[in-house]
DNA sequence: GTGAAAGCGCTAACAA
DNA sequence: TTGTTAGCGCTTTCAC
């Protein structure tokens, strides 16, 4: 069913039958109730390519994940989501599994379908291409990663503030020794996380041991050796580390060496994940806003999408400023910190 | 960048052009690699919506997810985006919420945006809406509820072969009285497995009682309160749960009312999520195969597409017997059940 | 082996 | 208020 047999069976011409789809207001409403009429009945949905190819916008944009299975990556997606849909816009999805050939691939793929944007998230390409993109005058925003923060729009976490937060907190609880377990996965974050561990020792003139600050994996297997290998040569009386699996490998390494976790070692992770309030002890952790990082993004994705459209009609094409957002994190205080009064939390 | 000025740049016609892109073997070699450089130089890309004016296919299909946050769902759709991507084609991954409205509107908006086909995982549809999809030549695959198993194309999991085996299990590892936590939520499954939980029971001729069969809310909280009640009317020896999330929380339950799992009372769940290995004890599940649940919806999908394809040429429409596939579960035996062996094992 | 031109379904400028 | 018609960028048939 396409318009022209609308417009047959109305007994107008196709012209009148666009106008009802586009500017109704332009119809008498007599002729346009006839043809909604016969648009229902028929079922009638115009031909997308047809519309796309006088438009050329597809209501749809390109969200970028690293790793599917990852919740912590799915929240910021579903935020991503929300607001994609709610505007109207709808999403391709694209997991990238943490390959820079997938994810070029992928990118490909969105910007021959002609998607109306991007979303980046923690990507891992450079920044050349990540330009040639927007080259082609295909709106891009980051999530997460700094890296690329120079030139383009970022919404990301001053991860620095949330280490402090914590190792500040844990010093509060009394613990006067303090490791860190550091992984390699967000680069950026992950030292901005050191630094500011460091920081906070400094401030409070405790020593910087490097017996107590270990590169692990970014897993609950590399958290488990680290812990290990940081309580062979003395254990601190807690651990600081920069994912909340790294906390669940350290917690599990403590218990094995029969040791007790909060009154021997106290441990506070990052991420908050879904399980820390599931495992025993629940994990003291650095909670971010992920789903407020999506949601963010994709406002600040349609804000470009839009002012571009704009822009087209002035031809004022003065490159804008790149924006930046940047979102703060909160302590999730649970049983793991030893904090006296949240010892004995639920959720 | 469009054909007309590659072939003005090639200084040949648009035909031409066009044919080094569909069939090249129509193209002298010399053309042809003169076309081609430029392609390559002026770094032309088809326009999709002309292109697909012309073929209407989108090598795009639609995927239609319950719930993003829940890791099962989306190891199946992940399962499912594997072979999308290794055959071409890029997935739209709609999250509905558990929401019927939403979920209708998304498969409108697929419909709209012409993909070539469409995966629904445990659909809240009715049987009449799916039906509409499918007249409008757009092939769906259901994965999950067998609820519209009649004439729709399904993978589904046997899950009473699934529970008679964990029951079994259960019985083998000597416990004499077993109870069941069963949700509400997968309604069929559940169903399935409660008659295979039965089953067991009578082959081995033990009772089946009132006081040992709860119905509960598939959460943690649902699988607390439940196992409490039972508990209180006289505890069973082992407690199977029709959904890992159940067991979580009678694991609780009991723990609150100082019995010991798997010692006083073992714990089996039902779907093998993420943190069952991480909980204390690590929990007895029963593993669905999602990534292959995905795979398989995914293959038979792309049987469809093609297979529609080449209908289209014989133009022979004799509707085919829709297709199913049922996928077996597998035990995951670890402390919580009490199996003398598995006892201290780690993952 | 190549080109001219019709047509895919729709929008919008222009005419009436 | 409505109709006519020229595109949008591409594919393909039919000539040559």
């Not at 490909?108 to 980046?120: A, F, H, K, P, S």
């Not at 910087?208 to 680290?226: A, C, F, M, R, W």
């Not at 009609?313 to 490159?319: D, G, I, L, P, V």
Request: with cysteine; proline share 3%; net charge negative.
């Amino acid at each position: 069913m396409n318009i022209k047999q609308i417009a047959k069976a109305a007994g107008v011409s196709v012209a009148t039958v666009s106008r009802v789809m586009n500017h109704p207001e332009n119809v008498a409403p007599k002729t346009r109730d006839k043809i909604l009429k016969i648009m229902e009945e028929e079922e009638y949905k115009p031909n997308w390519f047809a519309q796309g190819l006088n438009f050329n916008k597809t209501k749809t944009i390109g969200l970028v994940i690293p790793h599917m299975l990852n919740s912590m990556y799915m929240e910021i997606a579903k935020g991503v989501e929300d607001v994609a849909q709610q505007k109207g816009y709808i999403t391709f999805m694209c997991n990238v599994e943490k390959d820079t050939e997938i994810e070029k691939n992928y990118i490909e793929q969105l910007l021959t379908r002609r998607v109306d944007g991007i979303i980046l998230m923690f990507s891992s390409l450079d920044e050349k291409f990540i330009k040639s993109v927007e080259e082609q005058d295909v709106p891009v925003v980051l999530i997460g990663e700094d890296r690329c923060a120079k030139g383009f729009n970022t919404v990301k976490v001053n991860c620095r503030i949330g280490a402090e937060n914590m190792v500040y907190q844990l010093i509060e609880n009394g613990h006067d020794s303090i490791g860190i377990l550091y992984g390699n996965d967000p680069q950026q974050e992950t030292q901005d996380m050191l630094e500011g561990y460091k920081n906070v020792l400094k401030e409070n003139d405790m020593d910087i041991s490097d017996e107590y600050i270990k590169l692990v994996e970014n897993t609950i297997e590399g958290g488990y050796l680290g812990a290990k290998k940081m309580m062979a040569s003395g254990a601190p009386r807690a651990i600081f580390t920069t994912s909340d699996e790294i906390a669940y490998g350290a917690m599990d390494a403590i218990k094995d060496s029969g040791l007790k976790v909060p009154e021997d070692i106290a441990v506070a992770g990052f991420g908050n994940a879904r399980m820390s309030n599931l495992v025993e002890p629940k994990l003291t952790t650095v909670e971010l806003p992920f789903h407020k990082m999506g949601v963010y993004g994709a406002r600040l994705l349609f804000d470009l999408i839009e002012s571009e459209d704009k822009e087209d009609n002035t031809e004022n094409q003065a490159k804008e400023e790149p924006r930046q957002i940047i979102l703060q994190t909160k302590l999730r205080i649970r049983k793991s910190c030893g904090h006296k009064e949240r010892i004995g939390e639920m959720f």
